[in-house]
């Protein structure tokens, strides 16, 4: 009876992946996107949305869940970062092709994105460095405090940028070399969105060199078990945060960047950014970049499904399924897919 | 083991390595310790007894220096040490394990190892692997053998015994080559033949190390220490050898009660 009650959260987990399954394979015939199964040009379409949407998610969430993992700060900046890493790189794009407007991704080498990506990537670290410098150092420990200090943060560099940059939305070019069209089942499809998925592999392999094959990211995985402990053994983690901070920062304006890149910067960027990094991490699990990978796909996959597979008059309801499956998940793993009890 | 040593503070006439002297420590209106005295000899094996609540892990921590007394004064190796960061004793060859077994639970046993002596040599900094890096790692898995690990070196820290965790947390104090050895009950939670293996361990330990062991179970304490202080209430209630502190009829009254009766 008890161990029935304990295993409810999973049998309706279960049920519903179940359900949702066969929904998009048989039953989806009343939606915009069709069954799976008389569909497959769409459904396919649809899933390669999810694995590229859940690329950029990685990105961004990824030095959310590393600086928390190691520090547990909560960095409520985080979404600022990316949206300053995004202006930045746009103003850098434009610079260097010399004209600010109608830039066609034909006259966008691969250069003149990727350079703009590393400067406004570089500029959001040194930001995030600064702020935990100077305003988070001698809080260690303080959680909560930690927390508002980036919230205020992330309101005055809100209206900074609001100063700095304008309230319209900008965009960066993807490179031409990578903007063509591929067929799917008959579909067209978009490269630069694979391109996208490409840049986050690239960066989920390089994190996952840094801190499993080099002494750096050696200590950063112990600081996360147990900082007192690494302290104990006479290293400086003070240095070692600082450190993490910067990657972190870093992390987030590359996701700033492919962001830009994928659908524009505006003011309110940064709120929604920050607020799809908080979802998948609590999904993932805080502090685990196995987490936010994991995360990045569920949450991917119900973004880029449920407008596509909700029945058509209900396709607004769509962002209600992203706390559907938040509920869902947190009432099988508390603590978030990969989380540890802190 | 010599027994002559029994009260008398700094065995052989040399300096003690550790240095305690009325040391105070209060907490709000609670006096955890009332003016505590220590000494222990290089190489000493020496084991603090007493209830809960005595005070022996408040010492403990004020050796360490995860604690700043109230007042008195903590040397080590003739150096005043009473206000320094508990980050910088290690490189007075101070090193401790903690009551609760703490070790880094997702990192394997051999990373675990490594990573108390990159810190111990100040190595840590350097973020690529270097040829001494290889050394150092071959290091650390000899040291896993010391400790009986070394069927375990790739295991994950996390997935291991409770017995092969306090195994690897000896492992990575010895690591740092200390001078000063500092064990927080070290066999409490394990098994009987657990203990055993500790003991021995223990026993194994290089003779110039000087032990200090805070330990509930008077067998393992008994077999290891060349002198026992027995602490109640935040003071030292008698120091001695093994047999004369079981023999003292106040340490029957506050702690031993009838388990001694039976020894």
Redesign the interface.
């Known amino acids: 009876m008890t161990a029935t009650r304990r295993r409810l959260p999973a049998l309706v987990t279960a049920a519903v992946a179940a359900a949702a399954v066969a929904w998009v394979l048989f039953l989806a015939a009343d939606t915009p996107a069709g069954t799976a199964l008389d569909n497959p040009g769409t459904f396919m379409v649809t899933a390669l949305d999810a694995v590229t949407f859940a690329g950029l998610l990685f990105v961004a969430a990824s030095g959310f869940t590393l600086i928390f993992g190691l520090m547990r700060t909560v960095n409520m900046a985080h979404g600022s970062l990316f949206l300053l890493a995004a202006y930045v790189a746009i103003g850098v794009q434009q610079a260097m092709l010399g004209k600010t407007r109608n830039i066609e991704p034909s006259e966008v080498s691969l250069v003149d994105w990727l350079v703009p990506m590393l400067v406004g990537a570089t500029v959001a670290a040194l930001a995030g460095m600064v702020i935990q410098q100077v305003f988070l150092q001698w809080n260690e420990g303080q959680e909560l405090r930690q927390a508002l200090i980036t919230l205020a943060i992330t309101v005055v560099l809100a209206d900074q940028m609001l100063r700095e940059f304008g309230g319209l939305a900008q965009r960066m070019v993807w490179p031409g070399s990578v903007t063509h069209f591929i067929e799917i089942f008959g579909q067209r499809y978009a490269t630069t969105r694979l391109f996208m998925l490409g840049v986050a592999v690239v960066i989920g392999v390089l994190l996952w060199l840094w801190l499993n ?7 950063v ?2 600081g ?3 900082r007192q ?8 983690i003070r ?1 070692v945060f600082a450190v993490v901070f910067f990657a972190g920062a870093f992390l987030a304006g590359v996701g700033g960047v492919l962001g830009a890149s994928f659908s524009g910067a505006a003011p309110g960027t940064d709120g929604s950014w920050l607020l799809n990094s908080l979802v998948v991490v609590i999904i993932g699990g805080l502090g685990s970049i196995k987490g936010a990978a994991a995360g990045s796909l569920l949450y991917g996959t119900v973004v880029a499904f449920s407008p596509a597979y909700l029945p058509t008059q209900y396709s607004y309801y769509a962002i209600i399924l992203t706390f559907g499956l938040l509920a869902l998940v947190l009432a099988v793993r508390p603590y978030g897919l990969y989380g540890r009890p802190a | 083991m010599t027994d002559d040593h029994s009260t008398d503070p700094g065995r052989n006439g040399a300096a003690p390595v550790v240095l305690v002297r009325s040391v105070q420590v209060a907490f709000g209106g609670l006096l955890a310790l009332r003016g505590i005295d220590l000494d222990a000899a290089q190489g000493e094996r020496l084991a603090i007894l007493g209830p809960n609540g005595a005070g022996k892990t408040t010492l403990f921590n004020v050796i360490a220096g995860d604690i700043t007394p109230t007042g008195g004064s903590v040397a080590i190796k003739g150096v005043d040490c009473t206000r320094l960061p508990s980050r910088r004793r290690p490189r007075l060859g101070v090193a401790r394990t903690y009551q609760k077994a703490r070790t880094f639970e997702g990192l394997t046993v051999a990373d675990n190892i490594y990573l108390a002596l990159a810190g111990h040599r100040r190595r840590h900094r350097v973020p690529w692997r270097t040829a001494a890096d290889r050394a150092l790692r071959a290091e650390a898995e000899g040291v896993a053998e010391s400790v009986w690990l070394g069927d375990h070196i790739e295991t994950d820290a996390g997935e291991l015994a409770h017995g092969q965790k306090r195994q690897l947390e000896l492992g990575m104090a010895i690591a740092t080559e200390p001078d000063v050895l500092m064990l927080d009950e070290p066999a409490s939670g394990l098994s009987r033949g657990e203990r055993e293996h500790l003991v021995d361990l223990l026993e194994a330990l290089p003779e110039k190390v000087t032990v200090l062991l805070i330990e509930h179970d008077m067998e393992v304490a008994f077999r290891i220490a060349d002198r026992v202080v027995v602490m109640a209430d935040g003071e030292t209630v008698t120091a001695g050898t093994p047999e004369a502190v079981r023999s003292d009829p106040r340490v029957h009254e506050i702690y031993l009660g009838s388990e001694a009766e039976t020894s």
Do not use: C, E, Q
């Open positions: 094959k080099t002494r750096l990211g050696l200590v995985r112990a996360v078990d147990d402990m690494v302290r104990g053994l006479g290293i400086n240095v």
